[in-house]
């Protein structure tokens, strides 16, 4: 096909590759919260994914009942990693045009 220049194209590749790699290490040092059992349970977490603290009421702790606690825990991890994904993809597909990327969005 005459007219189109796959050089062009590659070049826009690796600038939207860049961009994209560089809003990830930014990401690493945004947060998010999420709470569970009434706010007793907090946990941060970042945008790629990891945990960066966990806060538990003393109220909470009750050694006759440590199923309640790992639960409410567990449901707060799993709920700062849903807005941490969901942030990571938000502001992923700013940069991409909503374009999802395999590997990288």
């Known amino acids: 096909m005459p007219g ?3 050089n062009y194209f590659i070049r826009q590749a690796n600038k939207l590759t860049e961009k994209i790699e560089q809003r990830k290490k930014e990401l690493a040092d945004e947060t998010v919260e999420a709470k569970a059992g009434d706010g007793r349970v907090t946990v941060v977490a970042n945008c790629v994914q990891e945990i ?3 806060k538990i009421d003393k109220s909470l702790v009750d050694p006759n009942d440590l199923g309640m606690l790992e639960d409410l825990v567990t449901a707060g991890v799993n709920a700062a990693l849903a807005s941490s994904r969901e942030k990571m993809q938000r502001e992923l597909g700013k940069i991409s045009g909503g ?3 395999p590997g990288i969005t």
Do not use: A, E, F, R
Request: hydrophobic share 55%; glycine share 0%.
């Open 99 to 101: 374009v999802k990327i």
């Open 4 to 6: 189109i220049d796959l």
């Open 52 to 54: 960066k603290s966990i």
